[in-house]
């Protein structure tokens, strides 16, 4: 059954408040096709990617059928437990969630790692409704005996291809062998690899598939430009763009934590400004990086991909990939902080003629042809004649060019 309007899921009135105050009219395909399905106590297998609104997909539902029933979480433990790959995932998750309950009198926790864990140890020792975790701190605080899982009646996966991805696979094992047996599992999954349905395979019990959006597909509104330039006139043509978009909101993806760094210097002195968010960085200096980017303090975040994934920000204009991945992936996830929720934006390539490969191997996986632009100052016609190489031939160069030189090269 399609519905087109919140109003027939029959979710309570403070729900659907929150949801008015959030002007969620219209459910996303996701969310029609998840939401029944999850009240009727069905196991999910959600794959859809950030920006397709998986989360109120799950969130909306589990939270209408945590207010139905009349359990109580035991002391340190949860009824709802929605597992995250990263601390800026974790955090975003709860935020969200929040943002749909805050109607209600449920109660809430959030646990991840780097930061300390005397307030975490704290919300948690009643007992709370929904936790939202990354799987190292969770594991670290059940060793401390600070948290239990006797009342978990409902479980989220969340990006789990990203969990694999950092190699959480024996925290996750771990964690599911404490869960109570009988319990609703909702997985969700940008993309599906054997590993990823193996994981699926051992928790879920059959699920309802739910598939938005094929992997690799890229939204209609982001327009992808490929400029080819020389490695040493690269961040001169990222100035060029910046400057030719004086309300642009950029995103600038690099590959190494250290390129963010230098990066976020060279914008800085020309004036420019700009956060940066590495893997590196405290926790709460992330979190301060992505909060001035997201509330206009600053116009550019230079990140890593690491730290930038799933990353939910509202307003960006520009994808810049100062540095391309040679993870196919990847080049879809970044270019995907654009072009969400119907808005336009950009994704530009800076290529070198090494680089060339890695674009290549995008376009083969979205089979889609990303637009050349000639017309910018800085317009390299030997990248652009570059022969293409394989892709593992073309990071082993670029890799070894970058451990000779680091320096970015200051325009002259
Ligand atoms: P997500 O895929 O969960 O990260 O959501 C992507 C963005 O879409 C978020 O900014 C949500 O707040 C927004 N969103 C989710 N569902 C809806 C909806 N039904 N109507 C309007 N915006 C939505």
Redesign the pocket.
């Known amino acids: 059954m399609i519905n087109s309007k919140?109003l027939d899921f029959q979710l309570c009135d403070e729900i659907q408040r929150s949801?008015k105050k959030?002007?969620?009219?219209?459910?996303?395909a996701i969310?029609q096709k998840a939401i029944p399905e999850i009240l009727n106590a069905k196991d999910v297998l959600g794959i859809?990617?950030?920006?397709?609104?998986?989360?109120?997909?799950f969130c909306l539902p589990l939270l209408e059928l945590l207010i139905r029933s009349k359990s109580k979480p035991v002391k340190r433990s949860c009824r709802l437990l929605i597992l995250a790959p990263t601390r800026e995932l974790a955090i975003?998750l709860f935020k969200?969630v929040k943002s749909y309950a805050y109607l209600t009198n449920l109660n809430f926790a959030l646990v991840y790692g780097g930061v300390g864990k005397a307030e975490q140890i704290e919300s948690l020792r009643e007992g709370v409704d929904v936790l939202v975790a990354t799987p190292g701190r969770l594991l670290d605080l059940w060793e401390y005996e600070k948290v239990e899982f006797d009342s978990v009646e409902y479980l989220v996966l969340d990006e789990a291809d990203r969990m694999l991805d950092m190699g959480f696979i024996e925290e996750l094992e771990d964690l599911l062998r404490m869960l109570p047996e009988k319990r609703q599992n909702l997985f969700f999954s940008a993309t599906m690899s054997q590993e990823v349905k193996t994981l699926s395979e051992s928790i879920l019990k059959n699920p309802s598939l739910i598939e938005v959006a094929p992997p690799a597909t890229v939204s209609a509104d982001v327009d992808q430009k490929v400029m080819y330039v020389d490695k040493e006139h690269k961040l001169k043509l990222l100035f060029h763009v910046i400057e030719e978009n004086p309300d642009g909101k950029f995103l600038v993806f690099v590959d190494m934590k250290r390129t963010t760094r230098k990066l976020g210097q060279e914008l800085a002195k020309k004036g420019f400004r700009v956060s940066v968010i590495n893997g590196d960085k405290l926790q709460a200096a992330r979190q301060q990086a992505i909060n001035e980017f997201a509330k206009g303090s600053t116009d550019i975040l230079v990140a890593t991909d690491v730290a930038a994934r799933?990353l939910?920000i509202?307003g960006v204009t520009h994808v810049i990939n100062y540095e391309l991945t040679h993870i196919a992936e990847s080049y879809v996830h970044r270019i995907g902080r654009v072009g969400?929720?119907g808005e336009k934006g950009y994704a530009i390539s800076f290529t070198t003629g090494d680089e060339k490969s890695y674009l290549a191997h995008a376009e083969k996986l979205t089979k889609e042809s990303v637009e050349l632009v000639t017309k910018q100052p800085f317009h390299s016609q030997k990248a652009f004649d570059t022969p293409l190489m394989k892709v593992g031939k073309a990071k082993a160069k670029i890799e070894r060019e970058k451990g000779k030189v680091e320096r970015l090269k200051k325009p002259r």
């Open positions: 919140f949801l959030l002007k969620y009219t219209t459910p996303t969310q859809a990617q950030t920006g397709t609104g998986k989360t109120a997909a975003q969200k799933g939910d509202k969400r929720a």
